[in-house]
Protein backbone atom coordinates (compact mmCIF):
# COMPACT_ATOMS: atom_id res chain seq x y z
CA UNK A 1 0.00 0.00 0.00
CA UNK A 2 2.91 2.66 1.10
CA UNK A 3 4.73 1.45 -2.05
CA UNK A 4 1.53 2.03 -4.10
CA UNK A 5 1.48 5.76 -2.31
CA UNK A 6 4.99 6.45 -3.09
CA UNK A 7 4.83 5.72 -6.50
CA UNK A 8 1.59 7.77 -7.37
CA UNK A 9 3.27 10.63 -5.47
CA UNK A 10 6.70 10.68 -7.40
CA UNK A 11 4.25 10.20 -10.70
CA UNK A 12 2.03 13.17 -10.06
CA UNK A 13 5.10 15.09 -9.28
CA UNK A 14 6.95 13.94 -12.57
CA UNK A 15 3.77 15.04 -14.18
CA UNK A 16 3.66 18.44 -12.36
CA UNK A 17 7.61 18.89 -13.70
CA UNK A 18 7.14 18.19 -17.18
CA UNK A 19 4.04 20.36 -17.05
CA UNK A 20 5.30 22.84 -15.66
CA UNK A 21 8.69 22.87 -17.81
CA UNK A 22 6.37 22.64 -20.97
CA UNK A 23 4.50 25.80 -20.06
CA UNK A 24 7.74 27.97 -20.23
CA UNK A 25 8.52 28.84 -23.70
CA UNK A 26 12.50 28.31 -24.52
CA UNK A 27 14.82 30.71 -25.52
CA UNK A 28 15.26 31.27 -29.21
CA UNK A 29 17.37 33.36 -31.35
CA UNK A 30 15.31 35.04 -34.36
CA UNK A 31 16.90 37.57 -37.48
CA UNK A 32 16.27 41.50 -36.77
CA UNK A 33 12.98 42.35 -39.17
CA UNK A 34 15.25 43.02 -42.22
CA UNK A 35 15.56 39.08 -42.57
CA UNK A 36 19.31 37.25 -42.34
CA UNK A 37 21.58 40.22 -43.28
CA UNK A 38 24.54 38.85 -44.67
CA UNK A 39 25.69 42.03 -46.11
CA UNK A 40 25.19 43.14 -41.76
CA UNK A 41 27.97 45.36 -40.50
CA UNK A 42 30.03 44.37 -37.92
CA UNK A 43 29.91 45.86 -34.13
CA UNK A 44 33.08 47.16 -34.18
CA UNK A 45 32.30 49.51 -37.29
CA UNK A 46 28.65 50.26 -37.38
CA UNK A 47 28.69 53.24 -36.02
CA UNK A 48 31.17 54.80 -37.78
CA UNK A 49 30.38 58.28 -39.67
CA UNK A 50 28.51 56.98 -42.78
CA UNK A 51 27.22 58.00 -46.10
CA UNK A 52 25.22 56.62 -48.44
CA UNK A 53 26.53 56.58 -52.44
CA UNK A 54 24.10 58.15 -54.88
CA UNK A 55 24.05 56.37 -58.21
CA UNK A 56 26.09 57.87 -60.70
CA UNK A 57 25.75 55.75 -64.01
CA UNK A 58 24.86 52.64 -64.98
CA UNK A 59 27.01 50.83 -67.11
CA UNK A 60 25.61 47.68 -68.15
CA UNK A 61 22.28 45.79 -67.79
CA UNK A 62 24.65 42.61 -67.27
CA UNK A 63 26.97 41.72 -63.78
CA UNK A 64 29.79 43.18 -65.72
CA UNK A 65 32.62 43.25 -63.13
CA UNK A 66 34.41 45.95 -63.16
CA UNK A 67 37.47 47.47 -61.74
CA UNK A 68 40.73 50.02 -61.38
CA UNK A 69 38.66 53.18 -61.73
CA UNK A 70 41.12 55.78 -62.75
CA UNK A 71 41.03 59.71 -63.80
CA UNK A 72 43.16 60.80 -66.63
CA UNK A 73 44.21 64.18 -67.34
CA UNK A 74 41.37 64.92 -68.99
CA UNK A 75 38.47 64.10 -66.67
CA UNK A 76 37.56 61.14 -67.65
CA UNK A 77 37.21 57.96 -65.55
CA UNK A 78 38.70 54.98 -67.38
CA UNK A 79 38.12 51.65 -65.59
CA UNK A 80 38.18 47.51 -67.00
CA UNK A 81 36.14 44.81 -66.52
CA UNK A 82 37.79 41.67 -65.64
CA UNK A 83 36.05 38.73 -67.65
CA UNK A 84 36.08 40.27 -70.84
CA UNK A 85 39.42 42.21 -70.43
CA UNK A 86 37.80 45.36 -71.88
CA UNK A 87 38.83 48.56 -70.61
CA UNK A 88 36.17 51.06 -70.67
CA UNK A 89 36.05 55.50 -70.68
CA UNK A 90 33.36 57.68 -69.39
CA UNK A 91 33.82 61.17 -70.39
CA UNK A 92 32.89 64.10 -68.43
CA UNK A 93 29.49 64.42 -69.92
CA UNK A 94 29.12 60.85 -68.83
CA UNK A 95 28.96 59.27 -72.19
CA UNK A 96 30.47 55.65 -72.08
CA UNK A 97 33.19 54.26 -74.66
CA UNK A 98 34.91 51.43 -75.29
CA UNK A 99 39.03 52.05 -75.65
CA UNK A 100 40.27 48.70 -75.97
CA UNK A 101 37.92 45.97 -77.08
CA UNK A 102 37.33 42.28 -75.82
CA UNK A 103 40.27 40.06 -74.83
CA UNK A 104 41.84 36.92 -73.09
CA UNK A 105 44.26 38.98 -70.79
CA UNK A 106 41.90 39.29 -67.67
CA UNK A 107 41.70 43.01 -66.62
CA UNK A 108 42.37 43.36 -62.76
CA UNK A 109 43.73 47.15 -62.47
CA UNK A 110 44.62 50.20 -64.46
CA UNK A 111 47.27 53.13 -63.73
CA UNK A 112 47.84 55.88 -65.57
CA UNK A 113 51.47 56.92 -66.46
CA UNK A 114 52.57 60.02 -65.99
CA UNK A 115 53.37 59.81 -70.10
CA UNK A 116 49.82 59.30 -70.43
CA UNK A 117 49.76 55.40 -71.10
CA UNK A 118 47.61 52.90 -69.11
CA UNK A 119 48.96 50.22 -67.91
CA UNK A 120 46.09 47.48 -67.46
CA UNK A 121 47.33 44.89 -64.59
CA UNK A 122 45.84 41.27 -65.95
CA UNK A 123 44.81 37.72 -64.02
CA UNK A 124 44.61 35.96 -67.81
CA UNK A 125 43.24 32.68 -66.97
CA UNK A 126 43.23 33.00 -62.97
CA UNK A 127 46.17 30.40 -63.59
CA UNK A 128 49.41 31.32 -65.15
CA UNK A 129 48.88 33.28 -67.65
CA UNK A 130 49.03 36.43 -65.52
CA UNK A 131 50.34 39.54 -67.15
CA UNK A 132 50.91 43.53 -67.40
CA UNK A 133 49.77 45.41 -70.65
CA UNK A 134 50.48 48.99 -71.68
CA UNK A 135 48.56 51.08 -74.18
CA UNK A 136 48.23 54.36 -75.58
CA UNK A 137 45.87 56.76 -73.95
CA UNK A 138 43.44 56.19 -76.77
CA UNK A 139 43.60 51.92 -76.37
CA UNK A 140 45.83 51.20 -79.17
CA UNK A 141 49.94 50.76 -79.06
CA UNK A 142 49.67 47.52 -77.10
CA UNK A 143 53.23 46.94 -75.32
CA UNK A 144 53.53 43.53 -73.54
CA UNK A 145 55.37 44.85 -69.85
CA UNK A 146 55.21 41.50 -68.01
CA UNK A 147 54.30 38.73 -70.42
CA UNK A 148 52.14 35.59 -69.21
CA UNK A 149 54.24 33.78 -68.68
CA UNK A 150 55.59 34.99 -65.95
CA UNK A 151 54.17 33.67 -63.23
CA UNK A 152 52.44 36.68 -61.91
CA UNK A 153 48.79 37.20 -61.28
CA UNK A 154 49.29 40.71 -61.83
CA UNK A 155 45.88 41.94 -60.01
CA UNK A 156 46.93 45.96 -58.94
CA UNK A 157 49.45 48.57 -59.20
CA UNK A 158 50.86 52.17 -57.85
CA UNK A 159 53.35 54.15 -59.59
CA UNK A 160 56.07 55.69 -57.58
CA UNK A 161 58.02 59.33 -57.98
CA UNK A 162 60.52 57.13 -59.08
CA UNK A 163 58.59 56.17 -61.84
CA UNK A 164 58.59 52.62 -61.25
CA UNK A 165 55.54 50.47 -59.49
CA UNK A 166 54.51 48.40 -56.75
CA UNK A 167 52.30 45.24 -58.19
CA UNK A 168 50.32 42.65 -56.26
CA UNK A 169 50.55 39.12 -56.96
CA UNK A 170 47.06 37.36 -56.52
CA UNK A 171 48.13 33.59 -56.07
CA UNK A 172 47.79 31.72 -53.09
CA UNK A 173 44.68 30.89 -50.40
CA UNK A 174 44.29 31.85 -46.45
CA UNK A 175 46.56 28.03 -46.00
CA UNK A 176 48.99 28.10 -48.82
CA UNK A 177 49.92 31.98 -49.64
CA UNK A 178 51.95 32.20 -52.52
CA UNK A 179 51.34 35.72 -53.65
CA UNK A 180 52.86 38.79 -52.98
CA UNK A 181 54.02 42.61 -53.55
CA UNK A 182 56.84 43.48 -56.21
CA UNK A 183 58.78 46.31 -57.41
CA UNK A 184 59.47 47.12 -60.78
CA UNK A 185 62.24 50.36 -61.21
CA UNK A 186 61.38 52.71 -64.10
CA UNK A 187 63.77 50.91 -66.40
CA UNK A 188 61.46 47.80 -66.48
CA UNK A 189 64.79 45.51 -66.55
CA UNK A 190 63.82 43.70 -63.25
CA UNK A 191 61.10 42.88 -60.53
CA UNK A 192 62.37 42.95 -57.38
CA UNK A 193 59.87 40.47 -54.47
CA UNK A 194 58.37 43.42 -51.51
CA UNK A 195 56.67 41.07 -49.67
CA UNK A 196 56.49 37.13 -50.17
CA UNK A 197 53.97 34.96 -49.04
CA UNK A 198 51.08 36.59 -49.09
CA UNK A 199 47.33 35.06 -49.46
CA UNK A 200 46.07 36.19 -52.75
CA UNK A 201 47.59 39.88 -52.55
CA UNK A 202 44.82 42.70 -54.10
CA UNK A 203 44.42 45.97 -53.30
CA UNK A 204 47.55 48.37 -53.24
CA UNK A 205 48.65 52.26 -52.48
CA UNK A 206 50.88 54.82 -51.51
CA UNK A 207 50.93 57.22 -49.11
CA UNK A 208 51.40 60.87 -50.05
CA UNK A 209 55.12 61.02 -49.37
CA UNK A 210 55.49 57.96 -50.96
CA UNK A 211 57.38 56.34 -48.05
CA UNK A 212 54.08 53.90 -46.92
CA UNK A 213 53.18 51.14 -48.75
CA UNK A 214 50.01 50.02 -48.20
CA UNK A 215 48.54 46.30 -49.25
CA UNK A 216 45.50 43.94 -48.73
CA UNK A 217 45.22 40.52 -48.40
CA UNK A 218 42.19 38.98 -50.13
CA UNK A 219 42.39 35.63 -48.54
CA UNK A 220 43.08 36.15 -44.99
CA UNK A 221 41.68 40.26 -44.07
CA UNK A 222 44.64 41.65 -43.62
CA UNK A 223 46.11 45.32 -43.98
CA UNK A 224 49.70 45.31 -43.88
CA UNK A 225 51.46 48.78 -43.35
CA UNK A 226 55.21 48.74 -45.34
CA UNK A 227 57.34 51.15 -44.33
CA UNK A 228 60.14 51.85 -47.16
CA UNK A 229 63.36 52.86 -46.61
CA UNK A 230 64.03 53.15 -50.65
CA UNK A 231 62.32 51.80 -53.08
CA UNK A 232 62.98 48.09 -52.78
CA UNK A 233 64.04 48.05 -49.10
CA UNK A 234 61.15 47.92 -46.15
CA UNK A 235 62.75 49.73 -43.05
CA UNK A 236 63.85 48.06 -40.25
CA UNK A 237 60.74 47.15 -38.01
CA UNK A 238 58.92 48.44 -40.65
CA UNK A 239 56.31 46.03 -42.03
CA UNK A 240 53.04 45.48 -39.87
CA UNK A 241 49.87 44.38 -39.65
CA UNK A 242 47.43 47.00 -38.74
CA UNK A 243 44.01 45.86 -39.18
CA UNK A 244 41.90 42.46 -39.80
CA UNK A 245 38.90 43.56 -41.73
CA UNK A 246 35.42 41.85 -40.83
CA UNK A 247 33.79 39.36 -43.38
CA UNK A 248 34.74 39.28 -46.73
CA UNK A 249 37.15 40.89 -47.73
CA UNK A 250 39.41 44.27 -48.60
CA UNK A 251 40.02 44.30 -52.14
CA UNK A 252 41.46 48.10 -54.41
CA UNK A 253 41.97 50.89 -52.03
CA UNK A 254 43.06 54.41 -52.68
CA UNK A 255 44.73 56.83 -50.38
CA UNK A 256 43.63 60.99 -50.42
CA UNK A 257 45.70 64.04 -49.67
CA UNK A 258 45.01 63.20 -45.92
CA UNK A 259 46.75 59.70 -46.24
CA UNK A 260 43.53 58.33 -45.29
CA UNK A 261 42.89 54.69 -47.22
CA UNK A 262 39.74 53.72 -48.89
CA UNK A 263 38.94 50.45 -49.22
CA UNK A 264 36.38 48.25 -51.29
CA UNK A 265 35.03 45.99 -49.25
CA UNK A 266 34.00 42.69 -52.22
CA UNK A 267 30.62 41.05 -50.99
CA UNK A 268 30.03 44.15 -48.46
CA UNK A 269 28.89 46.46 -50.95
CA UNK A 270 30.69 49.29 -49.07
CA UNK A 271 34.07 51.70 -48.78
CA UNK A 272 35.80 51.25 -45.49
CA UNK A 273 37.97 54.17 -44.74
CA UNK A 274 41.19 53.85 -42.29
CA UNK A 275 43.16 56.89 -41.42
CA UNK A 276 46.96 56.64 -41.94
CA UNK A 277 47.94 54.38 -38.54
CA UNK A 278 45.18 51.99 -39.93
CA UNK A 279 42.17 52.64 -37.71
CA UNK A 280 38.70 52.82 -39.24
CA UNK A 281 36.83 56.39 -39.49
CA UNK A 282 34.52 56.27 -41.40
CA UNK A 283 32.47 54.33 -44.22
CA UNK A 284 30.43 54.95 -47.51
CA UNK A 285 27.36 52.75 -48.20
CA UNK A 286 26.45 51.43 -51.64
CA UNK A 287 22.22 51.84 -51.81
CA UNK A 288 20.59 48.61 -51.75
CA UNK A 289 23.43 46.78 -49.91
CA UNK A 290 20.35 46.58 -47.50
CA UNK A 291 18.84 44.38 -49.73
CA UNK A 292 21.59 42.54 -51.15
CA UNK A 293 22.10 44.20 -54.16
CA UNK A 294 25.95 45.54 -55.39
CA UNK A 295 27.61 44.07 -53.10
CA UNK A 296 30.25 43.04 -55.32
CA UNK A 297 31.81 46.15 -54.65
CA UNK A 298 35.81 45.88 -56.28
CA UNK A 299 37.33 49.79 -56.41
CA UNK A 300 37.25 53.31 -56.35
CA UNK A 301 38.73 56.64 -57.49
CA UNK A 302 38.98 59.95 -55.75
CA UNK A 303 38.57 62.68 -58.42
CA UNK A 304 41.42 65.18 -59.03
CA UNK A 305 40.97 68.39 -57.47
CA UNK A 306 37.82 67.10 -55.35
CA UNK A 307 36.55 65.10 -52.38
CA UNK A 308 34.86 63.04 -54.50
CA UNK A 309 34.82 59.27 -54.61
CA UNK A 310 33.26 56.74 -57.24
CA UNK A 311 32.52 53.84 -56.77
CA UNK A 312 32.61 50.78 -58.97
CA UNK A 313 29.93 47.38 -58.26
CA UNK A 314 28.04 44.31 -59.92
CA UNK A 315 24.84 43.24 -58.63
CA UNK A 316 25.97 39.90 -59.30
CA UNK A 317 22.83 37.19 -60.63
CA UNK A 318 20.49 39.81 -58.66
CA UNK A 319 19.17 41.18 -61.90
CA UNK A 320 20.38 44.60 -61.64
CA UNK A 321 23.85 44.90 -63.84
CA UNK A 322 26.90 47.09 -62.64
CA UNK A 323 26.99 50.44 -61.47
CA UNK A 324 28.87 53.36 -60.63
CA UNK A 325 28.30 55.03 -57.48
CA UNK A 326 29.13 59.12 -56.30
CA UNK A 327 30.06 60.12 -52.49
CA UNK A 328 32.22 62.57 -50.89
CA UNK A 329 35.24 61.61 -48.85
CA UNK A 330 36.74 63.59 -45.98
CA UNK A 331 39.97 64.78 -47.90
CA UNK A 332 40.86 65.86 -51.65
CA UNK A 333 42.34 63.22 -53.90
CA UNK A 334 46.20 62.63 -54.09
CA UNK A 335 47.66 64.06 -56.47
CA UNK A 336 49.21 60.20 -58.20
CA UNK A 337 52.84 60.22 -59.07
CA UNK A 338 51.84 59.12 -62.30
CA UNK A 339 50.03 62.41 -63.06
CA UNK A 340 52.84 64.77 -62.44
Avoid at 2 to 16: D, G, P, T
Avoid at 153 to 173: A, Q
Avoid at 215 to 222: S, Y
Wanted: neutral net charge.
Amino acid sequence: MQKNLLASMLFVCAVQTATAYAEEPLPALVYPAQGQQLQGIAASEKDLPTVTAQRWLKVSDTALQLEGPSFDRDGNLLFVEVFGGQVLKVDPQGKLSTLVPKNALGSAGLAIHKDGRLFVAGLGNFKDTGNLTAYKADGSGKQVIIPGKSNYLVDDLVFDSNGGFYFTDFKGTSTQPSGGVYYVPADGKRVVAILPNLAIANGIALSPDGKTLWVTEFATGLLHRIELKDATTIAPFGEAVVYRFNGPSPDSMRVDQDGNLYVAMYSQGRVLVLNPNGLPIGQILIPGRENGHYLRSTSLALKPDTNEVYLVASDGDLGEGSAIFKAQGFAKALKLYSHQ
